[in-house]
């Protein structure tokens, strides 16, 4: 019975040495099937996002999701430390360790206290081993603890850097784009200044930003969780937003140059694939987002802003085929982490984020107002 113990202690050792290595070093996903951190994170979101789903839709609710990104980080980490202290527990009892302890009682429980203090480096000194074999293993124990706080120290900070960087790009979007940013509104508040130079610059800043978004939210998934400041904001919706501008800009629109929209998309479009796969989840293929009826109204917002498509006889047709090449990733992706995509149409006057605060009552200028003041009309 002890033989195996020490067994499944050193299984359990390598085990977390090896998840804790995938994780926070290795900079790239691995696809194996059986990953501790992937089943942790597959179990607990399933969980977590089954009590946000009976919750109705609204800051209540975006304020609940927004707790599980951090904590499942903190939970992870405490796990991959508990489960370092129990495989080495059950290394020394499996191989019977004698050691010195003051009221010379030994029992399992006196093996978890001494791997305890030695995996935390608090040197008690209460418990001590007696042999050379074991003063060994608790000296590799110790270096795994102290190389374990270490990446622990460099690995938080690194996750919040990716993540203001993100936010920063998207808390850009609302002015531009709208709350939540949508094409049409992102092409129209462009077509107004010096339409098409400005908005080609402004997505090839986007382009990079899809770059660092494939590479850190593949390399640390768990940033795919951390949802924005904003309710009406996230990665998903900036993502979407992006793949729609350029979907219009591929079907054809007038004084819109098409080359600098293929490389845009393409990454863009990359970006959605790899991370919908990162879960697992398959592509919905039943997307509805924009209906015939629906496409009118697009087109006829967008006209209203002095756009027009190339050929309008072919656009609805030639715009299905180019959404169908994203929009089953990015619905499976909404599905899966709970996170709104924008519809393609404008519904009634909209007030950004930055046109609102909790003191609006007390302010004389409406967000409309201001929004005169600024376009100067």
Known sequence: MQIGAAIIGVLLILLIAQDGFETIILPRHISRKFRLASLYYSITWLLWSGIARRMKPGNRREQFLGYYGPLSLLFLLGIWGVVFILGFALLYWGIKTPINTPDHFVNFGTYLYMSGTTFVTLGLGDVTPLTFVTREIVSIEAGLGLAFLALVIGYVPILYQSFSKREISISLLDARAGSPPMAVTLLARHAQTSFPTELIEFLRDWEKWCGEILESHISYPVLNYYR??????????????????????????????????????????????????????????????????????????????????????????????????????????????????????????????????????????????????????
């Open 228 to 377: 924005s400041q904003h309710e009406r904001q996230s990665w998903l919706a900036a993502l979407t937003m992006l793949l729609d501008t350029c979907a219009l800009a591929l079907v054809g629109i007038e004084g819109l140059p098409v080359k600098p929209m293929k490389f845009t998309f393409a990454i863009a479009r990359h970006t959605a694939v790899d991370l919908a796969q990162t879960y697992g989840t398959p592509p919905l293929t039943n997307t509805k987002r924009l209906s015939a009826e629906n496409f009118k109204v697009l087109r006829s917002q967008l006209e209203a802003a002095g756009l027009h498509f190339t050929n309008p006889e072919t656009a609805e047709r030639h715009l299905a085929e180019i959404r169908n090449m994203y929009e089953p990733f990015l619905v499976s992706l909404s599905d899966h982490l709970l996170m709104p995509i924008p519809e393609w149409t404008v519904n009634g006057e909209r007030v950004d984020d930055w046109q609102t605060s909790a003191w609006d009552h007390f302010l004389q200028s409406t967000p409309r107002t201001i929004d005169r003041a600024i376009r100067h009309e």
